[in-house]
């Protein structure tokens, strides 16, 4: 089985442009989760989706949003980008939402100018 | 919101030393999870435990449910075993996804 892909893996913006970042989950898996990583403030979560529907949402501000689509591809938007947004955001995919094994991808590193 | 603590913050050690790293949490759990995170970025999965032990080859997971305490250990460490371990709690209810510790960052030396 193919693991979870993201794309692009590296990605340059200049202040206030928006970027999406795509990925795709493990074949039958249905929850995709979106994170964060920064030096600074280590892994955090952004949004959860399962079956289209967003479940769970961490606290970011309403520039970040995402979308999952019927075969559970999901993707992430940001817009205005800020310098702070620089860091690698990583999505994981697991069978079902709620409490169970999760698999990551590689990531996508954004360089925000 | 959970509170996720981890010790040590960095680790270096020989290799063939017996390593423990520390996760302590705030608010009860549904399942915790420990993560690898090697250099460059990938994360893999080691663990997800919500009682009890696990182990898989030479890592091994503990929880402590009511002290809101797990550990992972490596036997016969190797410097392969060199990576960032994440230890990351979602809790009851799971309505804020996952919450992670900093990170331990470690070292085998050969």
């Known amino acids: 089985k193919a693991g979870v892909t993201q794309t692009p893996r590296y990605l340059i913006k200049t202040r206030g442009q928006q970027v999406t970042l795509s990925c795709s989950p493990i074949?039958?898996?249905?929850?995709v989760s979106w994170y964060q990583q920064t030096p600074g403030q280590g892994l955090q979560f952004l949004f959860e989706?399962?079956?289209?529907?967003?479940?769970n949402k961490g606290n970011f501000p309403g520039r970040f949003s995402g979308r999952q689509f019927s075969n559970s591809r999901s993707e992430m938007n940001v817009s205005t980008l800020e310098l702070g947004d620089s860091a690698l955001y990583l999505c994981?995919?697991?069978?079902?939402?709620?409490?169970?094994?999760?698999?990551f991808g590689p990531g996508t590193r954004l360089t925000v100018l | 919101k959970n509170e996720v603590e981890q010790s040590p913050q960095n680790l270096t050690a020989q290799e063939g030393e017996f390593i423990t790293i520390n996760c302590s949490y705030s608010?009860?759990?549904?399942?915790l999870h420990w993560l690898q995170q090697h250099p460059g970025g990938g994360i893999v999965s080691l663990f997800m435990?919500?009682?009890g032990k696990k182990k898989h080859g030479r890592l091994i997971a503990t929880i402590n449910i009511q002290e809101k305490h797990s550990s992972l250990h490596i036997t016969a460490s190797h410097p392969r075993d060199s990576a960032v371990y994440i230890c990351?709690?979602?809790?009851?209810?799971?309505?804020?996804?996952?919450?992670f510790g900093k990170g331990t960052h470690l070292i085998i030396q050969p």
């Open positions: 994981a995919s697991s069978a079902t939402s709620g409490s169970n094994e999760q698999f």
């Open positions: 074949s039958g898996h249905r929850s």
């Open positions: 989706y399962f079956s289209e529907t967003q479940r």
């Open positions: 608010v009860g759990i549904s399942a």
């Open positions: 435990l919500s009682s």
């Open positions: 990351a709690v979602r809790s009851r209810g799971g309505a804020d996804g996952l919450t």
